[in-house]
């Protein structure tokens, strides 16, 4: 079974870097065929694809939050971060990681349980 | 505010049949037939129940049922059961990224 589980500070300051770590077992984040994404539901509830990695080092990444957003993989390590600059307090939520689907297909099959970040000075 | 639009909520009495509709636009679920529906319980991991449109993963009980029409999805509970008391999303490939709805919570009364 593919487990994945977040980790990072709960807490980051305003216009501070906000970076998340995301642990995968049960399946090799090189053995290819997913992608790796980055999700957040706001307190309202409603869901934001952040960005997802391809193990090679492609990405892609939502056009409203590309010019702050960096994910990137450490296949030795079978992990996968965000990095999230200049946060303000709109940015705080429960962050997922998850498992894309993309071969003729396209899902997000295995999440993560979320990790709230708060914005907060 | 959300890219897809779904209702609030809606509610049923258990053994009826519920409805959540999803609606995007032509450069998304109009464009794609990659359209997705997950489950949430509140402090759970969000479950995947369909995709491509209708198709259920091994697993998902055969009275969830996807569709679309145009630019706008929809997921039919049928047979309400008190475990479908849940939140539900609709998801959409928009041309590079995924799109989401802002989440229906369903009330089985």
């Known amino acids: 079974q593919v487990q994945l589980q977040e980790s990072g500070p709960g807490l980051v300051r305003p216009s501070q870097t906000l970076s998340l770590t995301c642990t995968v077992s049960?399946?090799?984040?090189?053995?290819?065929?997913?992608?790796w994404s980055w999700i957040r539901q706001y307190p309202g509830k409603g869901l934001e694809c952040i960005g997802y990695?391809?193990?090679?080092?492609?990405?892609y990444y939502n056009p409203s939050l590309e010019s702050r957003v960096t994910v990137s993989v450490d296949t030795s390590k079978n992990q996968f971060s965000l990095k999230l600059s200049s946060v303000t307090a709109a940015d705080t939520a429960l962050y997922y990681c998850?498992?894309?689907?993309?071969?003729?297909?396209?899902?997000?099959?295995?999440w993560g349980q979320g990790t709230l970040v708060t914005v907060s000075s | 505010q959300s890219a897809l639009t779904q209702p609030r909520s809606v509610s049923g009495s258990p053994g009826q049949s519920v409805t959540i509709s999803c609606t995007g636009t032509s450069s998304d679920v109009g464009a794609y037939n990659f359209v997705s529906w997950y489950q949430h319980h509140p402090g759970k991991a969000p479950k995947l129940i369909i995709y491509n449109v209708n198709r259920r993963p091994s697993g998902v009980p055969n009275h969830f049922s996807g569709s679309k029409s145009a630019n706008t999805a929809s997921l039919t509970i049928s047979g309400l059961q008190a475990e479908d008391e849940a939140d539900y999303y609709c998801c959409s490939y928009a041309g590079g990224y995924a799109s989401f709805g802002g989440g229906t919570k369903v009330t089985v009364l």
């Open positions: 998850a498992r894309l689907a993309v071969r003729g297909v396209y899902y997000f099959d295995f």
């Open positions: 049960g399946d090799s984040i090189y053995s290819g065929g997913y992608y």
């Open positions: 990695i391809y193990y090679s080092g492609s990405t």
